[in-house]
């Protein structure tokens, strides 16, 4: 018995996937301590959109802790943070006219969402939140109570309330019209549904599946949330930092959030980071509401900053794109080779999902991937779907190479 | 008005008690960037247990990351992992003669509270969980709900349920008797409280005012939640780490918790970690129960297995428990000094607190402590409480001269 | 200023709309204490189905009483209560083949609905019930949760949990079709719904707005909760007794309900009986699992008993059936006299509501129902339906006249 | 297998202690269909106050009836209501200069509780409630988690919220200082504990043991609740009526309370009513905020006026205390005969608990009293306590008979 099952608790899920014991990374490969190469098309869960090992944000860390920077500062200011502040508001904020206040919270996901339904419920002065069916923000009981996923609920052992559950685009028909029950339970004292402090969304669900919501559906959801004095709130925790192709995951929908969750990606070298964007007026946070030991990263901030710099032109985002339509090409295809079970792609930029509508197949592909050497996640309801995210700054060459070793897996996989 | 005024959410709190933007940090020293020194008794609240830019540490991370080492992972296994979980069994488990299974969850002393509930609710079957008054254990849902500051709990805008509040030793009545009230309700049916899944403790509420708890008591309380099939939780993530002069606040007590949650100093050098410890046999989760992005921090595994070298042989804690009977006597005499304001000092090894019994007196020393240039915290209801606590590593002239800012701080805030 | 606004709560209501003091009544006649007659369309909120000083009734109320009879006897046994089982086992339960164990409550009907929702949880181990948009089911906590209407929720003052709302049907659609959103969620682990306890339904939803349920929905409603292990649960506290031209308002229907609630009409003459039946394989309570004060009401079962004469042959229900026939054929007209207004009638039996679309116009018509002397009741969402539901017993030349009035006070209403 | 085995819920539970099927009753006396007679020491829970089948009262409900009174009227107006009134006024209010508006509620113990919560959470918009170890307030979810009773509660299958449980006078110390604990968390901002709506009290916990609070601890916890802006809710339902020789159970304490909950005797004949008084000042409901089908029960306010003439003067009280001292030296002496089993008499007037300390021997001695043909009831934690509370009418004779049957039960209980 290793090591690890003799004393790491039994929690543990992805390494029973891929056992084996990882040494090196560089950008998108991998390699186990006997020099065994993956090509990872997971990313740490959609945090290396940068890759491993990243050169640049490795040497700014490198020479900024040789500089006896400050590590680890709570919410104190320091320089290393103002740099970060003023690059996200110059690159990513003044050229997009947004206006947002920045909240730096604990860094992990879950606890910048625990952040932002705190201060929709204070500004509101409601408890109720609005989240989909198959949405994933989180493991700490706020954010889990916001979460589809049944296993995960019930393990937690209470009862998770202040939740209103709303089906997500596509799951009850499309479009505007797939709200407009929500929109009248919400204008009918009788309904038994008060108007909730929040309305958060995924652009795109990926724990959920990959499921992806049109424009329309977002426009007329922020709509609704306007309407009813609600807040505006995407989860762009997994598809912002460029993994669509745009910065934000929903910056090309005229859409106007009211608070953005950010974390994963934002600290640029897997180096975590939770951050949440605050419009101005809604900011009535008072001082110390909410607090965090670690929420002063500054190491994360230093490879955020460094990170940034993909965005000062255009070309790092085309190469998003392009690589994102590369990927569903091949991904169509792979469908198209297997028509009779009716496999279905899809996804927005670089965050691909191959739904094999069946756990079971999904199983034996997932099994398949680990004996190729392609490092993917399954996600969606047991497992159905393929997801492939792979770093964003992965090489072409690497690409089709992991597209490859993809599409051999299903292959072996369907025919098992 | 500065860019973090301008850019920065309301929300911030500690840099307006010490408003400097901090450049540059080392041991115990950090200086702003007109290079003015400030004095570091607050330690990252509690993190920084090894000083700013351990050398050591340093080294190690550098050293790590120029070879390609893998920085995030996940739950995968990787070699830094495995050093430090073996390093963690040779050198603090198998010393101590305890037997513990390793959860690494998010990086925030939060998420492990977190999944400390949820595994206890999980293992017993119940909802409730018994915690202190005046105890602070995290800012997400479920660890709010155990925290004692109203504060805190009133901003959640929803209600915090499934918590059993009963008075930590101090509070009303000390020692083994003051446990009497619990025992008896918990005897009888028709009390109105039910056996809880857990009591959850600090063995010194380092937040809640550096209130201790001895040793007698703290048997009781283990044995009253054994009697009733309650676990028996210690929250050691700001205590922990050869913080009292042990590795562990509780070693030296003829305890044996069931769950031990750590954080703030195990990941060594401000880098975050949050692990759970786990009796073996209480290793009841299933494979992916509890998740999060973040829960695979290399950068920190690799800091916190040098720190641990700190525990290899007992000249570190030693030296601990020095500085720490040092700091209390100059505490003691500077209560001495101010007779009249019958101040209390209060702690245990380097977490020591000095009483004010007044949220204004203690507001003008921390005014005066800024001016002074050492960095301490308030903490206590209503921040009554002035707590020191710097890196264990302080040079004893550091730890003399901080020592000498903070009684002219005294001096200063009693006096205006 | 009288007695009555002097002593009595604020929240008195219904003798804002009625300030008449009233002394006599008569089956479906009123009279205030200066012998003003009303004809009474109310029937105290459907309690009244025989009529005021039913006049068997009473006069097995007095014989009774004047025997020395057994008033009051908690859940001891008496003869009255037996001769009440017997009569309901002999006259409903077995001419219509049906099986039940009876559970007498406290006597109101949001008892019976606590004690029905309990027995659910327990039968099930499962926390939520789901409860239908404009459903009302009482005013404590357990049937206030499962209420829709806003108003009473929010002043409870507290969370109100464990409930899944769903769109009643007509709500959002009609027919089967209507329930595949529910039926989907239920299948798919991820959805964030999971399997209630129980499904509580009105058949007819009265204070909700005389809302109509089909058959078919109801059956695929059922076939719902027994495919996923839910209880399917029948309030039929306003709409049984008779009110619809059967005895239960759900039995020439296909259903096979595994709780019926009753109340109101089944203790005959306004003495209150609270009603739980329940199918024999799941009477799991243990004894004194709950309890209340006053389930022993043996008055109301000696009216009780008396009531069910009625059920003994079928001309009872044939005179309420073509009763309910002429009400609706008369409401009908009215509505075809208001064309513009779009006014509709719905209901089943004796219960028939007047949907005037706007809370306004309903509200004069409830204004000029006062000068008329015509007690009629305001439901559905802000009060925009008029409800009609005289005592069964009403003479048909009462009714007539009762009619009359209310077309009149319509006529005046909408010409304000 | 008689008709009540076979169609009654298993969850009936007095009617096994007692297996009789009872067919007449009379003041203090009950007999079975055989003509067997039971002395009734239980009068239905601390209902029959005035006795079973009272001439006085039974005369005028007759005649009410006969004269075609109305019998339900919700919350309209009736002459009968009126009288009950103005008579509560000038024979309680008035006599005692106690100021209340009256809210008819639902016609039961807990549906009073309920709104009596409901009110305190509007008022003061907090949504926690203090109760007692050891309290009984009621089966509805609301009122069921005020209760101490764990197998009540666990039955609901719900969590039950919004609860500061506090110790009874005498669980944990007596008099002002066992309030102390309390009073010091509710001082502290940081104990977890935030001031409630209300604390919810009985003056004698009936059901929960027969334990008595003293005029010191009440006046003293009614000035912690004015102090931090709580309501002092007195549940007078069992204890009231004349009970414990006043009308109210807190009448001679120099309290003041902000709500006080009537039921069970107040409706005169075991005729069911809940009345809840309220400081006028506290009125604060709106029209319609809390309703209830059955809160205009006429026979009830017919019976309880009649009932309120035996307040006209001093005598029938002086009565009651007589009665109650006797009942005490008769329970004192069955004590002082069994002196090694160190048994305890509590209560006060004409409510008196023998407390055995033992389950064991308390079920015995209630299987004893069964052959005895003594009614009585078990209460107190698993039933340890027998209580005895006949008709405050009771003859002389029948009291004296009754106590040597229950004395008799004892000798026998205990010597098995």
Redesign the interface.
């Known amino acids: 018995m290793n ?2 099952e003799r ?10 996937a ?9 950008n998108a490969r ?1 390699w186990d ?1 006997n020099g065994v190469e993956f090509i990872d098309f997971f990313a ?5 959109n940068y890759g ?2 990243n050169e640049r944000q ?1 040497q700014a ?2 020479d900024y ?15 290393a ?2 740099t970060f ?2 690059r996200f ?1 110059d690159i990513i904020l003044k050229p997009r006219n947004l206006e947002y ?4 919270t ?6 910048v969402v ?1 952040a932002a339904l ?1 201060l929709a ?2 500004v509101t ?3 109720t939140v609005a ?5 994933f923000h ?6 889990l ?1 916001v ?13 998770l ?3 209103l ?1 709303l ?1 997500f685009e596509g ?2 028909g499309t479009g505007v019209g797939s709200l ?2 929500i929109r ?2 919400l204008a ?7 108007a909730p ?1 929040a309305f958060l969304v995924e652009t795109v669900q990926a724990e ?2 990959v499921n992806v919501a049109g424009k329309e559906w977002l426009q007329a959801l922020q709509a609704l949330a306007k309407e009813y004095g609600a807040l505006f709130i995407i989860d762009d925790i997994q598809l912002g930092n460029g993994r669509t192709g745009h910065f934000f995951s929903w910056e090309d929908m005229g859409l106007d959030p009211d608070l953005v969750c950010l ?2 990606g934002i600290g640029g ?4 980071m939770g951050l ?1 964007l ?1 419009r101005p007026e809604l ?12 929420r ?4 994360s901030f230093v490879a955020g900053s460094e990170a940034l710099a993909y965005y000062e032109n255009d070309d790092f985002l085309k190469s998003v794109q392009e690589k994102g339509r590369y990927m569903e090409e091949r991904l169509n295809n792979i469908v198209a080779n297997h028509k009779k079970l009716n496999f279905e792609v899809r996804g927005r930029g670089m965050m691909q999902g191959l739904d094999t509508h069946s756990p079971a197949i999904a199983k034996k592909i997932m099994a398949a991937a680990a004996k190729q050497r392609v490092i993917v996640g399954a996600c ?3 497992g159905r779907v393929i997801k492939a995210c792979p770093p964003l700054t992965i090489e072409q060459e690497t690409l089709e190479r992991g597209l490859d070793l993809l599409e051999a897996a299903v292959n072996e996989g369907v025919t098992q």
């Open positions: 090591v690890f004393l790491e608790s039994n929690v543990r899920a992805y390494c029973r891929y056992p084996a014991v990882f040494d090196k990374a560089s991998q301590e740490g869960a959609g945090v290396l491993h090992n490795r860390i490198i802790m040789q500089a006896d920077g400050v590590t680890h500062s709570l919410d104190l200011h320091t320089t943070k103002r502040i003023e508001e206040k920045l909240q730096f604990g860094p992990t996901g879950t606890n625990e705190k419920r204070k002065g409601r408890s989240a989909f069916t198959n949405g989180g493991m700490t009981l706020g954010a109570a979460t589809g996923n049944a296993h995960y609920r019930n393990v937690s052992g209470v009862a309330n202040d939740v559950r089906p799951y009850a407009d029950m009248q339970t009918d004292s009788s309904s038994g549904v008060e402090a959920g599946g974390a994963k070298f897997g180096t975590p949440l605050i900011d009535q946070w008072s001082p110390g509401d909410h607090t965090g030991t670690f002063g990263q500054n190491l969606g309801t047991d």
